[in-house]
């Protein structure tokens, strides 16, 4: 026999609810969802396990319960079984995008053509429930990098965790902390550059291509986005956010392409860049250090954690913070720099925190 662990990330929207696994043997119920293993909230996974013969296969789902309860995908269909051989202990990882009965919203894809960056970058758009109900509204824009990992658990490729960007904007606004706004998810191409730096590094770096790459966010893209979606073409409506390198793209674009975008989500800012320069020669904060005023009416949210990576940033936003009250910006106000007791720099945390961003930045 051998032990199969099974670890689950729920949906945002009442994470702690029960979580089953059903599958195709008898202790996964034999497809009877009432029957099947029932796994222990241990935040941020449900997990649970069984033993299962060597040798042998299974198929299973994830629901609450009950078939009408069934987890789905980032688009709201019911994926296809998962299917494990048994030939030693296992754990298998999985995030449950959403839950049939609950999912709202619609996801969809396009590619939008640059002549800046002469080529083109696919979009991950997605338009909340209002959208469809409410033809007459106009909507504030969240736009973010690294697009694989902003809705779809299946297509980030590192850990098989999503942002659950569309469920933090679901959750917040039936809150009332922001109202409902179309999420965009930029995606960037595979390969290397020249620099045998990533494409998506590339895309990110104001060190290698970041330049066109803001040009392109402020003019095409969000001249396309004002075209074909109703949004509020105002900065105040229009959120840009990442991590790491997304994130210092953010700030980037904050500082040198004012008046475009008017809030700003920035985790685990990377301002070492590529080229892993120390706090006192790091371009972007020596790029601050020479304005001579910010851009008004911006409003930046900063964190960085205390695990991994993460734990060697704290002097960078040290300095931050600094160059920032220097030049007249008040903390809590046009920006909040927030250390995440426990953070590391992977998006299972970036999930957990995008949450306090948002709310930090329309509050």
């Excluded at 019911?78 to 048994?86: K, M, R």
Aim: aromatic fraction near 10%.
């Amino acid at each position: 026999m051998s032990k199969i662990r099974f670890q689950i990330v729920p949906p945002l929207d009442r994470s702690e609810e029960p979580v089953f696994i059903t599958g195709s043997i008898p202790a996964l119920g034999n497809w009877q969802p009432e029957s099947g293993l029932r796994l222990e909230w241990k935040p941020p996974y449900h997990a649970g396990g069984i033993e299962a013969e060597t040798g042998g296969h299974f198929e299973y789902k994830i629901n609450r319960g009950s078939w009408e309860t069934e987890a789905v995908d980032a688009c709201g269909d019911v994926p296809a079984n998962y299917a494990h051989g048994v030939w030693l202990d296992a754990t298998l990882r999985h995030t449950a995008a959403d839950w049939k009965d609950r999912y709202q919203g619609r996801l969809t894809r396009e590619v939008v053509p640059s002549r800046v960056l002469a080529g083109s970058r696919e979009l991950l758009v997605w338009l909340p429930h209002s959208y469809a109900t409410d033809a007459g509204r106009r909507f504030p824009l969240i736009v973010l990098h690294d697009g694989a990992n902003v809705f779809d658990p299946l297509t980030s490729p590192f850990s098989g965790v999503d942002w659950a960007a569309d469920e933090w904007v679901n959750l917040l606004s039936r809150e009332g902390v922001l109202p409902e706004a179309i999420v965009v998810g930029v995606c960037h191409p595979e390969g290397f550059s020249e620099e045998n730096e990533t494409l998506r590094d590339f895309d990110l770096s104001p060190e290698l291509g970041g330049a066109a790459y803001a040009q392109f966010l402020t003019t095409e893209l969000v001249t396309h986005l004002d075209t074909h979606y109703r949004t509020l073409a105002a900065p105040s409506a229009r959120v840009l956010g990442g991590a790491s390198l997304g994130g210092l793209m953010s700030f980037y674009v904050a500082i040198h392409h004012p008046g475009v975008f008017g809030k700003f989500a920035c985790l685990s800012t990377a301002f070492e860049d590529v080229s892993q320069r120390v706090p006192d020669q790091s371009g972007q904060l020596r790029a601050v250090e020479a304005e001579r005023a910010l851009p008004a009416e911006t409003r930046i949210y900063f964190d960085y954690g205390t695990r991994g990576l993460d734990e060697c940033y704290e002097p960078y936003h040290r300095d931050l913070g600094a160059l920032l009250r220097g030049k007249g910006w008040r903390d809590g106000r046009e920006f909040s720099i927030v250390r995440v007791e426990g953070g590391s720099h992977d998006e299972l945390s970036w999930r957990l925190r995008f949450g306090d961003a948002l709310r930090f930045l329309t509050q």
